[in-house]
Every structure is written in C-alpha cells, then in structure tokens.
C-alpha cells in the first residue's frame, strides 16, 4: 500500500482525470512537507496538462490558505464574495464564473482593470446588470481578446452593448457566446453582423432580444452561420417568416445538431418550413416548446424525411391534440427519438392510445405528457403497451388519471425500465398512493413524484419510512 503523499501523487495522476481524483490530488498536496510542495506542484503541474481546466476548481476565498491553489484552473465566486478580495489569486485561472454577482457597470471596471486575468480562455458575467455602459468598459479593455466562451446572458446590454461588442478587437476566437435576454432586437443584430463576430462561434444564444424576423434574415443571410452547432432562438419574436429563413439557410446545413426556437410565433407554417428544410438533416435536438403549432405543424414534422436523424423532439405547450399525437405516432421517420416532450398539448385518450400502439417508439427512453388530457383510460393504454419497453422516464402529471390510471400503470409489465415516473395532480387517493409506494412493480424506479395528490405531513413521513430509498415528492 502507498503511504507517503508524493507517492500517492505519482499514482494519481497516472489515472484518468476525474472530480475524485483532483480532491485527492489537493489532499496529497497539503499533505507534502513544505520544503516538498514545489516538487508537488511541478509535478502535477506536468501530468495535469492533459486534464479538462473545469475539473481543477477551488474556493476563491480560501486561496491564499491552500498550498494546491497554483494548480486551479476553474473558478466560481460565490454570492457574498467580493471579487476585489479574491482577484490577486486568479493569475492562474482560465476559466472564471462570475454569474449572479451583481457586478452593474462599476464592477465591470474593476474587472476590466485587473491585471491578474491575463490568462482567460471562459468568462461567464451572466445576470449582472451590466448594461450598455458596462459592456462598453468591458469591449474597450481588451480582456475579451482572449476568450473562446463569453457568457453575458441577461444584462441588459440593449442595441447600444451589442454595438460596442461588435466594435471589441480580437474576438475572433470565440466559439462559445451567450447573449440570451439583452433586448438587442434588430440593431443589436446588424451591428453583430456587421462585425464578423459571430463567425465561427459554435454555440450561439441569441434568446429573448425579440430579433424578429427581419432581424433573423440579417443573421442568415450573413454567411456567419456555417460554423455553427447549437442555436438558441427562444422568444425572439419570430412568425413563420422567421422559421423559413432559418430553414433556408445553407449554411446551418455544415452542421447544426441543435435548435431552439420555443416561445416564438411561427405557427404550423413554421414548422412545415423546418420540417421540409434541406438544411437542417444533421439536427439531433429540435426544441419547438410554445410556437403555436397545431395538429397540421405536427403532421408535416412527422411526415418529414429530413429530420431522421433527429433524438430529442420537444413540442410542449403547443396545440397539437390528438390528431397531431397521432401523427406522430404514426411517422416512419422518428424512430430514433429517445426523448419525446408533448406536455400541455391537448392530448386525450385517443392520442394516448395512438402513441402506446405506435412501434416507431422502441428507442425511446423519456416520454413526457404531463397537462395533458388522458384521464384514466389514456393512462391505462399507454400502461398496456408493448412498444415502451425501454422508457426510463414518463412524465404523467396533471392528467386527471386517478385511482383507476394508477391502478392500471401497477400491472404494466412493459414499463419494467422505470427510474422516474410523474404521477403529481391526479386526484389519486392516499390509499392507491400507498400502493404505489409500498408494492415492487417498477424494480428500477428511483424517484416518484405524487405532489399534488392531496397528502398531509403525517401520511408523508409515513410514506417516506415506507419507500425503502425510493426518492418520493409530495
């Protein structure tokens, strides 16, 4: 057995990096005697070249006590932290998280100011309030020349901020931008389009800065697009002219796995435009949460033969109902979904019925339906499925199923995979809850959710004793 630490070290790392493997390394580090923690540091300074910067994090706030310190490379401060305490030890971070810090346009100076930040590759300033002057200070700075991931997410940059990003010199190495909720809007846009710093960004997010579709067709047309693999373009205003100049846009066709477009307007045309896209066949997650589609917008995305490729389909709170359930049930080209994300759609029991008797299924692992329609007789069907056998996942919540659907979900034998199941707001009595808990139908489940079905505190606790390390809400 190894006992002495720079022993230990040794051995570490030459194992695969890991969370449990970096504590261990700073334990055998603060366990070197003084006059050996430089030849520790070096060492694992050497063999941790090759190991993933987000692994090697540690408390800002502690730094000057922790011999190991040298070595982090991933740092988040903490709410309460002031960053001007802790900015001295971040010469050796690349990646810093100042997320939620309520740094407002003041704060962002003195960050801009830091002399000890030279090494950034990832900063992420979400929801600060920095604001258009803010963003200002931060452009002029230069500590944005050497980032690949900038996260400014929610700070009311405006029109004005995203001028002044644009106008940043060196930011042609980014490959990581979040600007989510800004409030840029057309202007904010064309001046990013203008700039060229949007090309070669892989992972884009552009939500909620009501873009619109004249905007989105400035951004497509740009011919900036072709390195990207992830756009986010939720609520941005988009009708079905703003999904058609998506689906139009060859440039996404170099690439794109993913896209998110919920909480825009673009209807059933937009989906047909998508859905008869050319471009969009390398997509593997397509997320249409809130777009007012109806059964007609679901018909066309499962009639599609461009979408095959496809392992994540999300269309809650739309319209679909039944004939739209059917549709997709119905579809030959779906096959290769594992997640399928229908809640608040409409859904009854003829829709149900159409999804358990559908074989196009068998890959799928997470079905969720919660606030949907299907009451005891739609639960019962998809209980009685034989098409479901590797669901791990099914969210059934706020669908009126009651005693009489969660008693025939207990003799679902296809449903043997189980690790999560939503049964909240069902009107299920403490009775049948009871033997939802208690009996060994779903050998696999892990966590069972039952909140809303009318239980008090006692019968909880009950419950809880009851559950044998089942992982309950009530």
């Known amino acids: 057995m190894v006992e002495d630490p720079l022993s230990q070290l040794r051995v570490l790392l030459h194992g695969e990096p890991s969370p449990t493997v970096w504590g261990a390394v700073c334990r055998c580090i603060e366990a070197l005697d003084s006059d ?90 979400s929801n600060n309030n920095i604001g258009p002057q803010g963003m200002r200070v931060l452009a002029d700075s230069g500590l944005l020349a050497s980032l690949s991931a900038l996260g400014l997410g929610n700070n009311g940059i405006g029109p004005g901020g995203a001028q002044a990003l ?71 205003g988009l009708e079905a002219a703003g999904a058609l100049a998506l689906a139009s846009c060859g440039d996404l066709a170099k690439g794109l796995s993913e896209l998110y477009l919920s909480g825009n307007r673009i209807g059933d045309e937009g989906a047909a435009a998508l859905a008869a896209s050319e471009h969009l066949g390398a997509l593997t997650r397509l997320v249409l949460a809130g777009c007012w589609i109806g059964a007609e917008g679901a018909a066309a995305l499962a009639a599609s033969t461009r979408l095959g490729s496809l392992s994540l389909l999300g269309l809650t709170s739309n319209r679909i109902g039944d004939e739209g359930a059917a549709a997709l049930a119905a579809s030959r080209h ?68 009651g005693d009489d659907g969660a008693r025939a979900l207990l003799g679902a034998r296809g449903l043997g995979n189980l690790v999560e199941l939503g049964l909240g707001f069902n009107d299920i009595g403490e009775e049948m809850m009871r033997t939802l808990v208690t009996r060994p139908h779903w050998p696999k489940l892990a966590r069972l959710f039952l909140h809303g079905n009318g239980m008090d505190s006692e019968a909880f606790e009950a419950f809880c004793d009851a559950s044998h390390g089942l992982q309950l809400t009530f």
Request: proline share 3%; with cysteine.
């Open 334 to 401: 779906l096959g290769g979904l594992s997640q399928l994300h229908l809640r608040s759609n409409r859904i009854g029991k003829v829709g149900a019925r159409a999804l358990a008797a559908s074989d196009g299924f068998g890959s799928l692992t997470e079905l969720q339906l919660d606030s949907n329609w299907l009451g005891s007789q739609g639960a019962a069907a998809l209980a009685q499925s034989e098409h479901f056998g590797a669901l791990m996942v099914l969210g059934l919540a706020s669908n009126r199923i």
């Open 166 to 236: 644009a106008e940043a010199e060196g930011l042609g190495g980014l490959v990581r931008l979040d600007l989510s909720h800004n409030g840029i809007r057309q202007e904010g846009t064309a001046a990013l389009v203008a700039s060229g710093v949007l090309e070669g960004v892989a992972w884009l997010d552009l939500s909620g800065n009501w873009i619109g579709d004249d905007g989105t067709r400035l951004l497509t047309d740009s011919g900036h697009l072709a390195g990207t693999e992830m756009l986010a373009f939720r609520e941005n």
């Open 36 to 125: 050996l923690v430089e030849v520790g540091l070096d060492y694992a300074a050497t063999h941790m070249a090759r190991w993933p910067d987000a692994l090697r994090t540690g408390p800002p706030e502690r730094a000057a006590a922790l011999p190991w310190w040298p070595l982090v490379r991933h740092v988040r401060v903490p709410a309460g932290v002031l960053l001007e305490s802790v900015l001295p030890h971040l010469f050796c971070v690349t990646r810093l998280d100042l997320s939620e810090q309520t740094l407002g346009p003041e704060g962002v100076g003195g960050l801009a100011d830091s002399a000890d930040l030279g090494n950034l590759t990832f900063l992420n300033l």
